[in-house]
Structure formats: structure tokens, C-alpha cells
């Protein structure tokens, strides 16, 4: 069974950085794309970045572009999105994804930007 096993959210000032971390088993992470999502209330979700199998080329939404980086460790199966020059408009609960005939969604984790 697929399963994606969010953490590292959490509040942060403007300005500050995050590390979110996504935990991944049941498929073979090495060969999948992975992608972050991002939903603020009353928003559609929205992808904030993926990064591919074997290349691990990366792209990015332009409102994250240069301030969040996405990236994977394959010997530990594990997604990362770190997070830097935090903003407030950047509040939103953070899923991690992949599609795998389908869409398969982490549970999502909390980030709050705030003073």
C-alpha cells in the first residue's frame, strides 16, 4: 500500500525557513516524480514544486521560485521541501503527492506564517 508520511510543519516568522518532509513507501520512490501541493482556506490547491525520478530535475511555481527548494533522498525514500524568506501569503497546509495510476496525497501538514 502506498503511503506518504508528512512532518515538519509548524510557525514560523516572516522571513524565517522550514524543512518539510515526506515519507514514502509502498511504491518505488527512486523511479516516481514527487510533487508538493499547497492549500490556504478558501484557496484551490495549488502545486508548488516537483522534482523527477533519476535527474531529479526540479520546477518550481513562480510565487516559491528561489525562496523553496525541493529535493529527495532515494536512500532514505524520503521528499524534502525546504522553505526559506517565509511570508505570510505562504500559510497553507502542505501535501505531499504522487500518481501512481492515480493520485495518492500525504495526510498534509500545517504551515503557519505569522508574527
Known amino acids: 500500500q502506498v503511503q506518504l508520511a508528512e512532518s515538519g510543519g509548524g510557525l514560523v516568522q516572516p522571513g524565517g525557513s522550514l524543512r518539510l518532509s515526506c515519507a514514502a513507501s509502498g511504491f518505488t520512490f527512486s523511479r516516481s516524480t514527487m510533487r508538493w501541493y499547497r492549500q490556504a482556506p478558501g484557496k484551490e490547491r495549488e502545486l508548488v514544486a516537483d522534482?523527477?525520478?533519476?535527474?531529479?530535475?526540479?520546477t518550481y511555481a513562480d510565487s516559491v521560485k528561489g525562496r523553496f527548494f525541493i529535493s529527495r533522498d532515494n536512500s532514505k525514500n524520503t521528499l524534502y521541501l525546504q522553505m526559506n524568506s517565509l511570508k505570510p501569503e505562504d500559510t497553507a497546509v502542505y501535501y505531499c503527492?504522487?500518481?501512481?495510476?492515480?493520485?495518492?496525497w500525504g495526510q498534509g501538514t500545517q504551515v503557519t506564517v505569522s508574527s
Open positions: 522534482i523527477t525520478s533519476v535527474s531529479s530535475g526540479t
Open positions: 503527492y504522487v500518481h501512481l495510476g492515480r493520485d495518492y
